[in-house]
């Protein structure tokens, strides 16, 4: 199944603080790409950051990084520094082609 | 430079009728793909065009279509309307799908009644 699974419906985080989101992806192929979205309630997605599968090291970008597991199948999505702007669902994806079904994220002042 | 946009933001219907969505692309970028977003599904993928051409498409009756100008502005068509399209519909456009992240409009809001 081409499934991408985000276990946690709700995470919540001191502003400040650093907080991981997890996500898991089931596919067959060698080469894909991963991204992570945001929505903030003004609903506009919002790319985060993008992973491509063949490569090793892991993406970063500013407050936002992940950790790529290519045998486990995983792409969690770490942000440090947490602010109240960070406040927003998280999409991961793969592909494009598939979603997640998103994690609501609170940042707590 | 200008966002995707997607116009109507709102949109009522009667079940049985159909509906036409519009969506124009950042200005260079040639992937349009459009997504169905609802509280139960998430976000469900329907189909991507480039450069006119429908590249691939999701699992979606064929009362859900689209198609691709030349000057790369996107329509997806639903017809004979449900209950259950009642959703957000989104447009996102790209350079190219694989290689580089997606790029939203706001929306069209649908309901059907």
């Known amino acids: 199944a081409q499934t991408v699974t985000q276990s946690q419906p709700e995470m919540s985080v001191q502003e400040a603080e650093t907080v991981t989101l997890s996500c898991t992806y089931d596919?067959?192929?060698?080469?894909?790409?991963l991204f992570w979205y945001k929505q903030p309630p003004s609903r506009q997605m919002i790319l985060v950051i993008r992973?491509?599968?063949?490569?090793?090291q892991n993406a970063t970008e500013n407050r936002f990084s992940v950790n790529f597991q290519k045998a486990a199948k995983s792409f969690s999505l770490k942000i440090s520094d947490s602010q109240l702007g960070d406040a927003a669902m998280y999409f991961c994806?793969?592909?494009?082609?598939?979603f997640g079904t998103g994690t609501r994220l609170t940042v707590i002042p | 430079k200008a966002g995707v946009t997607q116009t109507p933001r709102y949109l009522i219907k009667t079940r049985g009728q159909q509906v036409t969505l519009s969506c124009s692309p950042i200005s260079g970028h040639r992937s349009v793909s459009w997504y169905q977003q609802t509280p139960g599904q998430g976000l469900q993928f329907l189909f991507e065009y480039f450069s006119e051409t429908q590249r691939n498409k999701g699992n979606f009756p064929g009362r859900f279509s689209g198609r691709q100008f030349s000057n790369s502005r996107s329509e997806m068509n639903v017809s004979t309307l449900e209950l259950g399209d009642s959703a957000l519909y989104l447009c996102?456009?790209?350079?190219?799908?694989?290689?580089?992240?997606?790029?939203f409009g706001s929306g069209t809001r649908l309901t059907v009644v």
């Open positions: 596919t067959s192929e060698s080469d894909y790409y």
């Open positions: 992973q491509e599968a063949y490569k090793q």
């Open positions: 996102a456009s790209s350079r190219d799908r694989a290689n580089y992240g997606y790029t």
């Open positions: 994806a793969r592909d494009n082609l598939f």
